[in-house]
């Protein structure tokens, strides 16, 4: 069971260049989520998808959006990158959401962006 | 906005002996807190999680006390393991703020032999 998987697990961008995080999960959870990790700070939340067709803001969202492409994927683009969106990136997902009221989150096991 | 803190960013522990984290929140209407171990270049594992209607609960040589009068979280570790050495973090849940667990700083565990 593969739980949730995230690509690429390592990526370096040059400033201004742009990518897509990919994320999927295979427990037919409803919810997911992305989130980041700086030194000192924890996890924020910086998109999330309550359900299959809706996205919301997080914490942090300024520069990134987000695709819920089906109720397995959950992808995080970057468009024009900076370096201040060097970090480490989690995905997550959680059976939350409509009828349902777990609010443990699974995460993958990140990726890891530099942006120079 | 509101934050959950945390004590004392390092802990280091003898094996054997127990450990104590601790966790301060700041919102009175968190109604779910949770526990995450994070081991070096690994994603967040889950370990124990508790409701406010509730003031302990105990998982495998976990246990986790909940003091709403002075918002304070603990996570207690029996028997402490080298295998324990990671780092930890509390989280919480607003009350009708959907699913969106804010996540404290976090407190690096040692084990040392």
């Known amino acids: 069971n593969a739980g949730v998987t995230q690509t690429p697990k390592f990526q370096v961008l040059k400033t201004g260049q742009s990518m897509t995080l990919q994320c999927a999960q295979d427990?037919?959870?409803?919810?997911m989520y992305w989130y980041r990790q700086d030194p000192g700070m924890g996890l924020r939340l910086i998109y999330y998808?309550?359900?299959?067709?809706?996205?919301d803001k997080g914490e942090v969202p300024n520069g990134y959006n987000v695709s819920r492409l089906n109720k397995r994927e959950f992808s995080l683009r970057l468009e024009s990158a900076a370096p201040s969106q060097t970090s480490v990136y989690f995905c997550?997902?959680?059976?939350?959401?409509?009828?349902?009221?777990?609010?443990?989150?699974?995460f993958g096991s990140g990726t890891q962006l530099s942006v120079l | 906005g509101e934050s959950v803190g945390l004590h004392l960013p390092t802990l280091s522990v003898q094996e054997g002996d127990n450990s104590i984290i601790n966790c301060a929140y700041s919102n009175s209407a968190s109604d779910y807190f949770i526990w995450y171990k994070q081991e070096s270049g690994k994603g967040p594992q889950f370990i124990i999680d508790i409701r406010s209607n509730m003031d302990k609960r105990q998982g495998q040589r976990v246990t986790v006390l909940l003091n709403k009068t002075v918002k304070h979280l603990s996570l207690q570790i029996a028997a402490t393991q080298p295998g324990d050495s990671a780092v930890y973090f509390c989280a919480e849940n607003i009350q009708g703020g959907g699913n969106k667990l804010t996540f404290g700083t976090g407190t690096q565990l040692k084990v040392e032999l």
């Open positions: 998808s309550a359900s299959e067709g809706t996205t």
């Open positions: 997550a997902s959680s059976d939350w959401g409509q009828a349902a009221t777990n609010e443990k989150l699974f």
């Open positions: 427990m037919n959870h409803n919810s």
